[in-house]
């Protein structure tokens, strides 16, 4: 266990780049904004390498005081069923299955020794698959009557409402019914895994936000998950780094 707990050690997931700056290899990326709200927040990041090596990660875990899973590429479809038709092939990222078994292996491990939990975007999805879920692979072609939520041209801007559960995690924090949020994404939560609730949706019923059902809380201390990106949005609107800094304390505890 980290020893100052005035600032805690935050694990966090980065992305995989096919060529890095300095040689022509794979290498870790990762933008600035999550370890930047991070801190803000009171936190310490730590970006843990997309290797998934089962000792490493498990040390790592051991070490920290909470995990951050990060957005990034799609997840593979293999891992959450069905055969998908050649049109929604070829919306598809190309998946990084290191990545995805990096991450599995963290989420195991983050469950396993019970520590806290942010998880974003791809992370958000990831959780639901990892827990029996699944994803609309790409929403525009699959639910064509829903807002565009792939407002890349607008990633750090307020692009729509979400509705909040009066009786979530999320409500609390927030303190209202509704937030803005942003929405840089293609894919989202279909079917809902088991331990979860939804505890923000957007007009067209897209999930934004998920924790646990009373009764599943032994499964993590603490957990808040998240399709849009608040790190994109602290810089200009306080109430999210409320947002990270309630997941910071959880940290802290």
Not at 42 to 59: K, Y
Request: charged share 25%; net charge neutral; aromatic share 8%.
């Amino acid at each position: 266990m980290s020893t100052n707990k005035k600032f805690p050690l935050i694990l966090i997931t980065p992305c995989v780049q096919k060529r890095g700056a300095e040689f022509s290899d794979c290498s870790t990326n990762i933008s600035d904004q999550y370890p930047g709200a991070l801190l803000t927040a009171g936190g310490v990041p730590w970006i843990l390498p997309c290797i998934p090596n089962r000792d490493m990660v498990r040390e790592a875990v051991a070490a920290c005081d909470g995990v951050l899973f990060t957005g990034g590429e799609d997840i593979s479809p293999k891992l959450y069923g069905g055969t998908l038709t050649e049109a929604l092939q070829k919306t598809l990222v190309p998946a990084e299955p290191q990545r995805d078994l990096m991450e599995l292996m963290l989420l195991e491990e983050t469950c396993a020794r019970k520590k806290p939990l942010l998880a974003i975007c791809r992370g958000h999805q990831l959780l639901n698959v990892a827990f029996g879920g699944t994803l609309f692979v790409d929403i525009a072609s699959q639910r064509p009557d829903s807002l565009n939520h792939s407002r890349l041209d607008l990633k750090n801007k307020i692009v729509h409402e979400a509705r909040l559960a009066p009786d979530s995690q999320m409500h609390r924090i927030f303190q209202s019914d509704t937030i803005g949020v942003n929405s840089s994404h293609h894919q989202a939560i279909k079917r809902l895994a088991k331990p979860f609730r939804a505890t923000a949706k957007s007009s067209d019923g897209i999930i934004e936000a998920i924790e646990l059902k009373p009764g599943e809380q032994g499964l993590f201390p603490y957990l808040s998950s998240v399709q849009f990106h608040p790190e994109r949005l602290y810089a200009r609107h306080p109430e999210f780094v409320t947002f990270f800094r309630d997941f910071v304390d959880a940290c802290r505890r």
